[in-house]
């Protein structure tokens, strides 16, 4: 990694291979979407503004009523024992240093208490997959609740999971391999097999929103909203907030990039409810980009394994801090002083 690209010249975690080369075998994976994540990126522009005094560049913001030291947080994954022991702990220690949001996953490795035990002072969202055990889910919200997780996001483009040819290929069973904790009662504590975990229930819809609403005084996200008509139904349904995503690229093919998304998202809620974006956020720039769409802050997901693999704990804040810096920097060059100075008006769309 180095400061100068961000992490655009990070190494992808060991294990990751190669895009089929057969022309006829189309893969919903990192690769396609990943290309038309960094294209979307690529078309904006921006326009500075000079001669600003920009001495005191704040980077702060707020999410949800929460103070974070600058607009970069780091989205729910999965498993993050397997590339550090720490795991998730590790992770939401680096989060808490950090002063940003760190959203825990259904799927984490590390039990919930441990997690909220190693950062008690740290701000941190749990990511809900609803199970077709309802009761199971309950339970699971009023823990996290009573664990002092501050929001509940619901991920919503996962009805199913898409076709993960990378997986296939590469033979991966997690079931065989790993433990999750985090959907018993702390009574049972007892690690529970993915594969008993691993159920989506596919029948959830709109209305249901309002079931999770009468079990939580959380306020509630949706995470993977991607167009005018759903974020109109989220403000309908009195939805706290939308996390625009495209699940990393890794649902959907031909799905829209997350950053191509976040206009129409914005345009849609019309300031009744905070706004995020998810995929692809890789430099200061990106941050920067983001936000004069509209966004309220950013989270980033595979650079944050990155680091995890590259150094734990150490390696997770040395991703944070190579984007905050450079983000810092992208305001100074652009006559902003303060996040609130971000708009519109300092980008402009080209043609590649």
Not at 17 to 42: E, G, I
Not at 70 to 81: K, L, N, Q, R
Not at 226 to 239: F, G, P, Q, S, Y
Request: positive net charge; aromatic residues 6%.
């Amino acid at each position: 990694m180095t400061a100068s690209r961000g992490m655009t010249t990070s190494q992808p975690l060991k294990g990751m291979v190669n895009q089929p080369k057969h022309p006829s075998v189309r893969v919903c994976s990192d690769r396609q979407n990943s290309k038309a994540q960094t294209c979307a990126r690529a078309r904006i522009r921006l326009r500075p503004r000079y001669l600003k005094n920009v001495v005191n560049v704040d980077t702060r913001t707020t999410i949800q009523g929460e103070e974070i030291t600058a607009p970069i947080c780091i989205s729910p994954t999965g498993f993050h024992c397997l590339v550090w022991p720490d795991g998730e702990m590790s992770t939401a220690r680096a989060a808490q240093a950090a002063g940003v949001c760190y959203i825990t996953s259904t799927f984490a490795t590390c039990a919930l208490e441990d997690i909220a035990a190693t950062a008690p002072r740290g701000l941190r969202w749990f990511q809900l997959y609803v199970h077709p055990d309802r009761q199971l889910s309950k339970q699971l919200v009023q823990r996290v609740e009573s664990l002092g997780f501050r929001a509940l996001v619901i991920t919503v483009d996962v009805p199913k999971l898409g076709n993960r040819r990378h997986d296939i290929r590469n033979q991966l069973d997690l079931k065989l391999n790993l433990l999750l904790k985090d959907l018993h009662s702390p009574k049972e504590r007892t690690s529970m097999p993915y594969f008993q975990m691993s159920p989506i229930d596919s029948s959830i819809c709109w209305n249901d929103l309002s079931w999770l609403q009468s079990i939580t005084r959380l306020p509630i996200i949706l995470k993977g909203i991607l167009t005018k008509e759903d974020a109109e139904l989220a403000v309908k349904h009195n939805i706290h907030g939308i996390i625009v995503s495209n699940h990393g690229g890794r649902q959907l093919d031909d799905v829209l990039a997350s950053i191509d998304a976040l206009a129409e998202v914005v345009a849609a809620v019309k300031g009744k409810m905070e706004v995020y974006l998810d995929g692809g956020i890789r430099t200061g720039n990106d941050v920067l980009k983001a936000l004069a769409l509209g966004a309220k802050c950013v989270f980033l997901g595979r650079p944050i394994l990155w680091g995890l693999a590259y150094k734990g704990e150490d390696g997770v804040k040395e991703v944070l801090n190579i984007i905050k810096n450079e983000f810092h920097t992208s305001m100074a060059l652009t006559g902003c002083q303060s996040v609130a100075e971000i708009n519109q008006d300092m980008i402009q769309f080209s043609r590649l």
